[in-house]
């Protein structure tokens, strides 16, 4: 099979599983490459996601690494059968891959859980807030990147409307709800905007006040997007250097606790929503 072109996000973390049940196995790349009937190189490509696998190899392999972890084997042999182009692969000759793997991401998450301190989450904000965005001498983009960076940012809201069991929360603080990208009138129905998606079933926005005492925790925006097993969580911060995946053990029990920190300083979801409205009638 010959090797990717372009690596995902996605295809990058299956391999990382697998090499990190090889490496607990105590196995080295030789004998696990003998053992699945390939060459080390294969493997080797297989584990960077350079090489796709096969759900039948990645039995095999995790068979040889003794993993007991039933719900964590089939969800890695879930991730080998993901054929399907997503509808984010159609803006893939115009936008980063950074954008790509954030869509792909949030599509096959089972929860989202972040925290924003500057900035309106992207899958709350309007039209006229993302062209806000990248309309911004800083952006400095030709019209027609930006027309595909704002219909791909819109496209990405499709996420909220999913039938299955999905949950999107984020903790917004103040001072993001308070930034004008546009002018008075936009930030007005961006405001309004966030506390309509509020209202939705499975969307819980939290706001943390200026007043809030104690709160340390302003920093970089993060996404926790839930896997479909634990051990499949990946926190990604938005850096100033682009988007960083985190998904070692340690880090996701760290960004946990910062997630559930903000959430510990937030008002309620309706103190949240009634909030944001005086918010917006005032501005």
Known sequence: MAARV???ARQERLGKELRRLRERAGM????AARAA?????KLSSME???VATSADRVRLLVGQYACEDTALVNALVAMTGERVRGWWETHRRMLPQDFLDLAEL???AAYLRSFESVHIPGLLQTEEHVRAIYSSSAARLP???LEARVRFRLARHTVLAREEPFCYEVVIHEAALRVRV???EASQRQLLHIVKQSERPRVSVRVVPFDVDGFTRIGNPMLLAGGSVPTLDTVL???AHGARYMDAEAQLARYRQVINDVEGAALDPVESRNFIHRLAKNT
Request: zero cysteines.
């Open 6 to 8: 372009t690596v995902t």
């Open 143 to 145: 019209s027609d990147q």
């Open 182 to 184: 546009a002018n008075r």
């Open 37 to 41: 009937g390939v060459n080390e190189g």
């Open 48 to 50: 960077s996601g350079r």
């Open 28 to 31: 080295s790349l030789r004998d």
């Open 106 to 108: 949030e599509h096959h």
């Open 237 to 239: 911060l938005d850096t």
